[in-house]
């Protein structure tokens, strides 16, 4: 079935320091891609979303591009902020969404 | 507008015993979900709704697990009996359409003693 994977976390970064987690999925058919975050006490909300091939989807300085030929969905920052601390997870779906592991993210000032 | 509501937020039990978790999702929203999510881990999908009708409940351990939503708005699960390895978050999610974003609620995190 439809699936995504995550990279393994944890991540620690200092503040101002590029970001990158990785995604890459498998599905038979052409799914949204999303991005989800969960802040510390918080429920998901969704970061970003792509609903096609080369879409790129961007929220809060965060960019992730939808690549079909390489089945991915890497989530980008050019530069993160304390603020950003939280776990992140990938997720595909249509009908039904299915969610990676989640990464956790930290940032030191 | 309120979002998704949920209910109890925390939940301790001991195993064996029957447990309820409600959900109400955002007004207008036909298509419901449970997930479960185990610390450290994604959420993972129980069952969806479309309106009234499970549409996929592939997932769900029927054995012990059981969802309604009647009436396609309110939906109930309900765990009996419960196990230790229930322990989790229940969270409840909807949306108002096939490739769009999910509102969740904030979760009913269960202990199973």
């Known amino acids: 079935g439809d699936s995504v994977t995550q990279m393994e976390g944890p991540v620690t970064l200092s503040e101002e320091a590029c970001l990158t987690i990785?995604?890459?999925?498998?599905?038979?058919?052409?799914?949204?891609l999303f991005w989800y975050v969960q802040y510390p006490g918080e429920g998901l909300q969704l970061l970003l979303k792509?609903?096609?091939?080369?879409d790129k989807g961007s929220n809060k300085g965060f960019e992730a591009t939808y690549r079909k030929e390489t089945t991915s969905f890497h989530l980008e920052k050019g530069s993160v902020q304390v603020s950003d601390s939280a776990v992140y997870f990938c997720?595909?779906?249509?009908?039904?969404?299915?969610f990676g592991a989640g990464t956790r993210l930290t940032v030191k000032p | 507008e309120a979002g998704v509501v949920q209910s109890p937020r925390y939940k301790i039990i001991e195993k064996k015993q029957p447990v309820a978790f409600w959900c109400n999702p955002i007004?207008?929203?036909?298509?419901l979900y449970w997930y479960r999510q185990n610390l450290g881990q994604g959420p993972e999908l129980l069952i969806r709704?479309?309106?009234?009708?499970?549409?996929?409940d592939s997932q769900l351990p029927k054995d012990r697990f059981s969802a309604e939503r009647l009436k396609g708005v309110d939906s109930t699960l309900k765990i009996q009996p419960a196990e230790l390895g229930d322990s989790a978050v229940y969270l409840c999610?909807?949306?108002?359409?096939?490739?769009?974003?999910?509102?969740f609620g904030s979760g009913t995190q269960l202990s199973v003693l």
């Open positions: 999610a909807s949306t108002g359409g096939m490739g769009e974003k999910l509102f």
């Open positions: 990785n995604c890459t999925y498998t599905a038979t058919g052409y799914p949204s």
């Open positions: 792509a609903t096609k091939a080369d």
């Open positions: 997720a595909l779906g249509y009908n039904d969404m299915r």
């Open positions: 007004s207008g929203h036909n298509t």
């Open positions: 709704y479309e309106n009234e009708e499970a549409v996929d």
